[in-house]
């Protein structure tokens, strides 16, 4: 129960993160917006650490790991985020976001060797056929066949 509670205020931080940056971003390009919210996130961090690391089971090999993890998530991520956000707005962004799962089976197929169990492969199907739902547009279909009926003349006037 403590983890879905976690999970469903991890989503709704993000959620608000979101619609948050969609006003910052009215004044700032996504590259400053993360330029200050990538390093704010970092000292937080940086500052927070002492209370929540054991340094006496610090590992020097895994450090490269943890700064190419960085540099992926939160920076990359951030950047295209706010990319996303200033284009299309914080609703599809957060939507298309959940995504993520099939991108992290496929990582885990592809980097791990791990084999997807049948409930895995279901719960993917349904995010994908959510995606498909969200995106679909059945005008935009359509008036790529030609003799569609979209409402518009399928040729110069005669």
Do not use: Y
Request: glycine share 12%; charged share 10%; hydrophobic share 55%.
């Amino acid at each position: 129960m403590a983890a879905i509670l976690l999970s469903l205020a991890a989503g709704f931080c993000i959620a608000l993160g979101h619609v948050l940056a969609r006003f910052g971003l009215g004044t700032l390009t996504p590259l400053r917006g993360a330029g200050i919210s990538v390093p704010t996130t970092a000292l937080a961090f940086l500052l927070l650490s002492p209370l929540f690391m054991d340094f006496s089971l610090w590992n020097w090999r895994v450090l490269p790991i943890f700064v190419a993890v960085g540099c992926v998530f939160p920076a990359a991520v951030t950047l295209l985020n706010f990319e996303s956000n200033r284009r299309v707005g914080p609703g599809l962004t957060a939507a298309l976001t959940n995504f993520t799962p099939v991108f992290a089976v496929l990582g885990g197929v592809v980097i791990l060797g791990e084999v997807p169990r049948l409930n895995q492969g279901l719960a993917l199907a349904v995010i994908l056929a959510g995606m498909v739902l969200l995106l679909w547009k059945p005008e935009r279909l359509l008036g790529t066949l030609p003799g569609a009926k979209t409402g518009e003349p399928e040729g110069p006037p005669a």
